[in-house]
């Protein structure tokens, strides 16, 4: 995970040395690390978004298909808590570059896999590259921020959740007509993403490099051990509960409209777009918020404030569906970025083994989700599914338990 070139390419700027070329700079590198996160997880999106497909192909059921994005997320998670511990006392500018290079490995396996068993081998690579990603990608967010942490988590992560909308689309116009062999031409994609995040990484190693080396900080928590450890754990609570239930949306809306409402697949790929282009947006005013009026404060809204829409969804027809979908995705995405800098604040000095953390813990409990609801749509019907599923935002109730780091003293 490491290159022997001196210079970084000339279109991304070199090192800054002056404070306004800082900020001028971290610009230049959020947008090339979203644009980053856009590629990888519209990448990771082909996955679910192709499934109808495979369901024809390889005669999946419910349960099948679940235990697809078990595989496929689990690796996405278990991997990033570790590749954050180590990164943050080793970092790695080139891993990024790496893990979209183990995402391309899956997506030809993907395309010319013969049997489920080599499908579980291509959505594993795809998921370590995503793993591989994230903690280092939100590093160098971090370093790109100019302190202002909330603004540049969103523009970091709306990359992705704009990638997670085209995938459905590109699914539909490329590989939904094509076949499972048009997944291969995703590769290029990723050769493109490769080339983009080796820069990142050229301008992340010249940073390390113009700094030189620092005295070791003392880094300590603004709560005291035991609210650190619950905060923790609440945070862990309001996870659960906001990707499980994006885990029914984002795998079984084009089921449950296509069942529903008796639309087609493509009409269903469209419902599923919209829902997905919400979460972008949701995405991105979460940080900027979180900035002005503290990350707390979108935290307690953003998980709780969708429980009315959530609850009327099951009840709702094809048009109403398509209307409360937006806010759930606005409000729920609106959490993620706040949780992620929040999170960074109370442990700080550890920027990759928290990014890790969560961002593996959503992506496992979107798995683990996946695959429970799943088989519990083959013994039930995917209506049961959305009704059970419509309660989980109360769990929000929890953030009335998070301290205000703000307002904490050091070490109390």
């Not at 009335?400 to 070490?411: E, Q």
């Amino acid at each position: 995970m490491s290159a022997n070139a001196e210079t970084a390419p000339s279109s991304l700027p070199s090192a800054p040395v002056g404070a306004p070329a800082i900020q001028a700079t971290a610009f230049a590198i959020l947008i090339a690390i979203s644009c980053g996160h856009l590629i990888n997880d519209m990448l990771q999106a082909l996955v679910p978004s192709v499934y109808p497909l495979l369901a024809d192909s390889f005669h999946l059921d419910y349960g099948a298909i679940g235990f697809l994005t078990l595989t496929w997320q689990l690796t996405a998670s278990i991997l990033q808590p570790l590749v954050g511990i180590y990164t943050d006392k080793y970092p790695q500018p080139f891993s990024l570059a790496v893990g979209m290079g183990s995402t391309l490995i899956g997506l030809i396996i993907m395309a010319f896999a013969a049997n489920y068993a080599m499908l579980l081998v291509g959505v594993s690579f795809i998921g370590i590259g995503s793993s591989i990603f994230h903690p280092e990608s939100s590093r160098v967010a971090r370093m790109a921020s100019g302190g202002r942490h909330g603004l540049a988590q969103s523009i970091f992560q709306v990359g992705g959740n704009v990638g997670s909308a085209i995938g459905p689309l590109v699914a539909l116009a490329i590989v939904l007509p094509n076949g499972q062999r048009a997944i291969a031409w995703f590769a290029l994609i990723a050769l493109v993403g490769m080339a983009l995040l080796a820069r990142v990484g050229f301008w992340y190693r010249g940073r390390r490099r113009a700094a030189g080396p620092r005295q070791a900080k003392m880094h300590v928590s603004p709560v005291s051990r035991s609210v650190l450890i619950r905060t923790m754990l609440v945070l862990g609570a309001l996870v659960f509960s906001k990707f499980l239930y994006m885990a029914s949306l984002s795998s079984y809306l084009t089921f449950y409209v296509m069942k529903t409402f008796d639309v087609s697949r493509d009409q269903a790929e469209i419902q599923l777009f919209v829902y997905l282009a919400a979460v972008a947006a949701g995405t991105i005013l979460g940080g900027p918020i979180g900035d002005r009026i503290g990350r707390r404060a979108v935290i307690w809204f953003s998980i709780l404030g969708v429980l009315p829409f959530s609850l009327a969804l099951p009840f709702a027809n094809l048009f109403w569906t398509t209307v409360l979908t937006i806010p759930i995705g606005v409000i729920l995405a609106s959490a993620f970025p706040a949780i992620i800098v929040y999170a960074q604040e109370l442990v700080p000095g550890k920027v990759g083994t928290v990014a890790g953390l969560f961002f593996g813990f959503a992506f496992g409990m979107g798995g683990i989700g996946a695959a429970a609801l799943g088989l519990l749509a083959d013994h039930t019907s995917i209506s049961f599914v959305y009704s059970v599923c419509s309660v989980l935002p109360a769990i929000g109730l929890l953030a009335w338990l998070l301290p205000d780091v703000r307002s904490h003293p050091v070490g109390t």
